[in-house]
């Protein structure tokens, strides 16, 4: 599927057949084919093909049911329960926006990790110790451990007392991802 202009938004169809038809590409489509437009940030929207109303939310919610069915189980029980909880409450107009709002800080959140871990390891010492992980994995797998072994025990007092600093560095730095991630 094509990218499209900014602004542009694909219209689907849902016939009585539960069949999805994308007027774009005068195909049918699949619910699978919807979440992967989702994931490349493609616009549309799913009305029902007799009615003409907007069905989105639905097919969307749809698309999530059976993600979590499916084994990707992104949403805990708990959540859920709190989510449930939260119809019919005064604070329910709320919800949507602060839902919204909390997954936009995420994924910004999420890419700037990204960019900052890149960084981290693109140069300096935590790109040379990569390096020679690998070198000293690749030596392994070949046979040639104790070369490696050889070499690392063989390595200058200076180099030893920094390979030392940066693994406590990269034991703090996993410190802080299980604390994020936990």
């Not at 038809?21 to 493609?42: D, G």
Request: aromatic residues 6%; without cysteine.
């Amino acid at each position: 599927m094509a990218a499209s202009a900014p602004g542009d938004t694909v219209i689907i169809k849902k016939y009585a057949n539960r069949r999805l038809y994308n007027t774009e590409s005068s195909s049918y489509i699949t619910l699978e084919h919807l979440a992967e437009m989702v994931r490349q940030k493609r616009e549309f929207k799913v009305v029902d093909a007799k009615s003409g109303e907007d069905i989105t939310h639905n097919v969307l919610t749809q698309i999530i049911m059976e993600e979590e069915a499916s084994g990707q189980s992104m949403l805990p029980v708990n959540f859920l329960r709190q989510l449930i909880g939260m119809y019919g409450d005064a604070m329910q107009p709320m919800v949507p926006q602060f839902l919204e709002e909390s997954l936009d800080a995420f994924q910004r959140n999420q890419s700037q990790f990204r960019d900052a871990m890149a960084g981290a390891f693109a140069a300096g010492p935590f790109a040379d110790l990569a390096r020679r992980n690998m070198e000293m994995f690749a030596a392994a797998t070949g046979g040639k451990a104790a070369k490696a072994e050889d070499k690392a025990s063989q390595a200058e007092p200076d180099t030893k007392a920094e390979l030392a600093e940066l693994k406590a560095q990269l034991a703090a730095l996993q410190e802080k991802l299980d604390k994020l991630g936990g």
